[in-house]
């Protein structure tokens, strides 16, 4: 009685998983794939770390920029003397300004500056006054 009521258990299991196998979807390797990559949150998150590495690389592209400076100046010396003459008072002015910005591309620095300066001088009692203006771009060795 034994034999006979396993014969039919496995009689009966076979049934069933045939019957079961006939309902059960096909599914491609690729469908699969597809499937894991839309719902694992392992590539949900790998798509959000590459987006932030974006935004973060797009903010130091404000290193880029291009960097504006001005530099004035005033001098005034009561008394200065030199070699050649003397001068009861001395006055400089001047300003210099510059344009710069580094290039990512090459690794270097494209920059322009202009520097301009005023020099007064009044001398002793009898001699002429003095003075010098120099346009941007050039500087005077005297």
Not at 22 to 35: P, S, W
Request: glycine share 8%; hydrophobic share 45%.
């Amino acid at each position: 009685m034994k034999a006979k009521q396993l014969f039919i258990l496995s009689t009966l299991l076979m049934i069933l998983l045939l019957a079961v196998q006939g309902f059960a979807q096909e599914i491609t390797l690729a469908e699969y794939l597809h499937f894991v990559e839309e719902n694992h949150p392992f590539f949900t998150k790998e798509a959000l770390s590459a987006e932030i590495e974006r935004k973060q690389a797009e903010g130091l592209l404000g290193a880029e920029d291009w960097l504006v400076g001005v530099s004035p100046y005033f001098n005034y010396l009561g008394e200065a003397s030199a070699a050649q003459y003397s001068a009861d008072r001395l006055a400089s002015t001047g300003a210099q300004a510059s344009l710069d910005r580094s290039l990512w591309s090459t690794g270097g620095k494209l920059g322009f500056s202009v520097v301009s300066d005023f020099t007064y001088m009044d001398t002793a009692p009898g001699d002429v006054s003095y003075f010098t203006a120099n346009p941007p771009g050039f500087k005077s060795d005297a």
